[in-house]
C-alpha cells in the first residue's frame, strides 16, 4: 500500500503563489504517471495537470502558464508550483500516483482558499 501525504495548502490572496507537495516514505515514483487533481464545492473532481513517465507535462486550460508540474527523483516528491493564483482555484487538490488501473493511490488532499 502507497500512502501519500501531500502539504502546502493554505489561504492566499489573488495573484498570490503557493507549492504543494506530494510524498510517499519508501516509495520510489519510477514508472508512473503523477497527477494533481482539484475539486471544488459542488464540482466533480477535475485534472489540474500530469506529469507522464517521460517526464513530459500536460495541463488545463484554466492554469496554463501558471501552474508547473515537476517531481524531484531523489526526494520522492511530486509538486505542483501555482503562481498568480486565482479565486476560482479554490479547491482541495489531491494529488494521485497511477502505475496501473489497479495501482493507483491518492493523498487525502489539501485545501487551497484563494482570497479577492
Known amino acids: 500500500q502507497v500512502q501519500l501525504m501531500e502539504s502546502g495548502g493554505g489561504l492566499v490572496q489573488a495573484g498570490g503563489s503557493l507549492r504543494l507537495s506530494c510524498a510517499s516514505a519508501?516509495?520510489?515514483?519510477?514508472?508512473?504517471?503523477m497527477n494533481w487533481y482539484r475539486q471544488a464545492p459542488g464540482k466533480q473532481r477535475e485534472l489540474v495537470a500530469t506529469?507522464?513517465?517521460?517526464?513530459?507535462?500536460n495541463y488545463a486550460d484554466s492554469v496554463k502558464g501558471r501552474f508547473t508540474i515537476s517531481r524531484d527523483t531523489v526526494e520522492n516528491a511530486l509538486y505542483l508550483q501555482m503562481d498568480n493564483l486565482k479565486p476560482e482555484d479554490t479547491a482541495v487538490y489531491y494529488c494521485?500516483?497511477?502505475?496501473?488501473?489497479?495501482?493507483?493511490?491518492w493523498g487525502q488532499g489539501t485545501q487551497v482558499t484563494v482570497s479577492s
Open positions: 519508501g516509495t520510489r515514483f519510477g514508472g508512473a504517471v
Open positions: 494521485n500516483v497511477r502505475w496501473s488501473k489497479d495501482y493507483d493511490f
Open positions: 506529469l507522464t513517465t517521460g517526464d513530459g507535462a
